[in-house]
């Protein structure tokens, strides 16, 4: 059985750069025509200048493949005219609250600062991603963001806001009561509960941020990506993080999936007699809400087992992906390309 997927985007995706960007990029751009790419770099990508840097090094490092970068830059307070050179550059401005995860201390400390910036925004139509955490118990982080959604979605009624990676039951609730709100959720976070996290034996390849929740929660999730909610979009969140800093007493917040991300979700759709939903889920939703036309190309995924490794090592590096030592009822068969759009 061959399933075809046309132009699959991961919408929420770390490239990261240098020796990782060239070992990482390309697992993204063999199974994705484009990726939406996260600005935290050491220093974030937050002007004009570094965004056309940033997306000529993932060019490269994609070799030969079809893949279209959707870039974001940093949020920062921008100017009109910053904003106005941005907007041609970028797909979206991503809003990190002050050390709320990786390479965030650069983030908004206060939202009232950021509204002058988001005023702009919502005049010139570029969307808004955002980091949903408060600095709360960790649990709570992201329930207690979601008066924040609130806010900000009463206030700017014609700024797209995303509520990227989300992890709970009550975000799934808030996407239905504002057209303006859309959302990302991960495939770790479709799998996973708390348990496999810290339940058993401390398992740090499952370690991220927002931590994996609830059960109730995961079902709401899930339930949302099954029946195909317009407003929920895949977004894998893959952050590689080198296997040093995974296992180690401090352990790098980030779950590397770019390359079992499409034969494990096709393993979960199947498994819910619903792969008919998952074209829409990581591609047409997407599509449709931001009216995107990515590159043509057709990914073709096999009911063949895929073994996943124990390691992808590359440039010096080594990133231990999530099910590592799995087997996975869906493989990657080959991806071509029509043309580019
Ligand atoms: O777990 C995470 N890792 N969550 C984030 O928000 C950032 C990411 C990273 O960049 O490593
Ligand atoms: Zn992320």
Redesign the pocket.
């Known amino acids: 059985m061959i399933l075809e997927l046309h132009s699959p985007l991961d919408m929420h995706l770390?490239l990261?750069d240098g020796d990782m960007l060239k070992l990482v990029a390309p697992l993204s751009s063999a199974s994705f025509a484009g990726a939406v790419v996260?600005p935290?770099l050491v220093p974030p990508v937050a002007d004009a200048e570094a965004v056309q840097a940033y997306r000529g090094r993932i060019m490269d490092a994609c070799g030969g493949d079809v893949f279209k970068p959707y870039m974001t830059a940093f949020f920062r307070s921008y100017t009109e005219k910053e904003l106005e050179r941005l907007r041609d550059l970028v797909f979206g401005i991503k809003l990190?609250p002050a050390g709320?995860?990786?390479?965030?201390e650069g983030g908004v400390k206060a939202m009232k600062d950021a509204e002058a910036t988001m005023a702009m925004m919502q005049e010139m139509g570029i969307p808004l991603l955002v980091?949903g955490?408060t600095h709360g118990f960790v649990m709570d982080r992201e329930a207690e963001f979601l008066d924040i959604y609130r806010n900000l979605a009463e206030q700017f009624p014609r700024l797209t806001i995303c509520m990227?990676?989300i992890t709970t039951a009550a975000a799934v609730r808030l996407l239905d009561e504002f057209e303006n709100l859309a959302a990302t959720v991960t495939l770790q976070h479709l799998l996973i509960t708390l348990d496999d996290v810290a339940g058993g034996m401390l398992r740090p390849h499952l370690?991220?941020?927002?931590i994996a929740k609830r059960p109730e929660d995961r079902e709401a999730l899930l339930k949302a990506a099954l029946s195909g909610h317009p407003r929920l979009m895949f977004g894998s969140?893959s952050?590689?993080?080198p296997v040093h800093a995974k296992e180690a007493c401090g352990c790098?917040?980030?779950?590397f999936t770019a390359p079992i991300a499409l034969p494990r979700l096709a393993a979960l759709f199947e498994e819910h007699d619903a792969l008919d939903r998952l074209q829409g889920f990581v591609s047409g939703h997407a599509c449709a809400l931001y009216g995107l036309t990515p590159p043509a190309k057709t990914v073709r995924l096999e009911r063949r087992e895929m073994l996943v490794p124990d390691a992808y090592e590359g440039y010096g590096q080594k990133v231990v992906p999530m099910e590592a030592g799995c087997v996975i009822p869906w493989s990657l068969m080959q991806s071509g390309f029509t043309k580019m759009t």
């Not at 790098?252 to 779950?255: N, S």
Request: with cysteine.
């Open positions: 770390h990261r996260m935290n990190y709320a995860t990786t390479n965030s980091h955490e990227e990676h370690f991220c941020k927002p969140d952050a590689p993080h790098a917040a980030g779950v």
